[in-house]
């Protein structure tokens, strides 16, 4: 995660963890897009990973942890916005 990304995600988490502690109601919304945005944050990390990895020689795992977290991703992606 690089530095603006992680300034982002942590920076809505202390909003909505504020707002919570002050009881006000946060939208249904707003969490999800927040776990949305985490989930994407999280498979841009792992697919990275999984890049570096099949580059090594004789390996193709990388390709196909990229696209088994592709597809968790458009799943989620349409739960959310469905």
Known sequence: ????????????????????MQQMEVPDELLRVQELVECVDNNAQ?????LVTSRRPKTNVGSETTAELLREQRAYISQVGG
């Open 1 to 20: 995660m690089d530095a603006e990304s992680a300034k982002f995600i942590s920076g809505a988490k202390a909003l909505l963890k504020q707002l919570q």
């Open 46 to 50: 792992k697919i990275a990973a999984a």
